[in-house]
């Protein structure tokens, strides 16, 4: 996997590159990072490669030409597609983060200031993502968790693929409880099933747990989802529950 940044603050992306599971994966050559700075393309001496939007209004703009030759240069390192991360753009989700794991490149625009010359993203972006419905001031921490997200799915990052596979979203739904030593914290045990040995009756409660969360934090998965009978058994089992307890 070949992941490239447009940032002008490559210095940011040491917190992936240097530390945990994604850091230890550089250096086992499993991934590949470079950083492009667009400021480098700049058409002044001083790096601007912002300007005052046409018909006003408040902060800058980042500008097309500079951003154009930097794109230009990480795909002459190696082609990708081209994700700017943007407020506007498609949700990322497991599915899109799956896709983009499997493109093995990918050259992130990081945006700043006041947003990027519109004639830039329709010629020379091929999608934007955003993570989620909020603002921040710059790109680059969207990048870093996007790129975490993908790298997770890349073979070898992980000690254990299973990890990744059973992560929340990985299969629909969100994730069921998971609980270590001691047995016994501040009076709360842990459930018994879970200790019994028994792998069949574990990854049972296990299916129905994740209903349960899922149900009362995300319905919205459930409703898009095509139910296996087990699953339509155990939460037609969770929601006579929940009516038969007094309000």
Request: with cysteine.
């Amino acid at each position: 996997m070949h992941i490239q940044a447009i940032t002008l603050f490559p210095e940011m992306f040491r917190s992936i590159t240097d530390y945990g599971v994604t850091g230890r994966a550089l250096k086992q050559g499993l991934w590949r990072f470079d950083s492009i700075n667009p400021r480098q393309f700049a058409d002044n001496k001083l790096g601007y490669i912002d300007d005052r939007p046409f018909g006003g209004g408040p902060g800058m703009i980042m500008m097309a030409e500079p951003l154009d030759a930097a794109i230009r240069a990480a795909q002459a390192k190696q082609a990708g597609k081209v994700v700017y991360l943007s407020p506007q753009g498609a949700p990322l989700t497991h599915r899109k983060v799956q896709q983009l794991a499997a493109s093995g490149s990918l050259i992130l625009l990081c945006g700043r200031y006041e947003g990027v010359d519109e004639r830039l993203l329709q010629q020379s972006v091929d999608e934007e993502i955003c993570i989620g419905d909020f603002v921040v001031s710059g790109g680059e921490l969207p990048a870093m968790m996007l790129m975490d997200a993908v790298l997770r799915l890349v073979p070898g990052v992980l000690g254990d693929m299973a990890s990744a596979e059973q992560d929340s979203f990985a299969d629909g739904l969100l994730d069921c409880p998971h609980y270590t030593r001691p047995v016994e914290f501040q009076g709360m045990a842990v459930p018994a099933v879970l200790r019994s040995g028994n792998h069949g009756l574990i990854a049972a409660w296990r299916l129905e747990q994740a209903l349960r969360r899922t149900l009362a934090r995300r319905p919205d998965l459930l409703a898009a989802r095509d139910l296996t009978p087990e699953e339509s058994r155990l939460l037609h089992k969770i929601r006579q529950e929940e009516r038969d307890i007094p309000s």
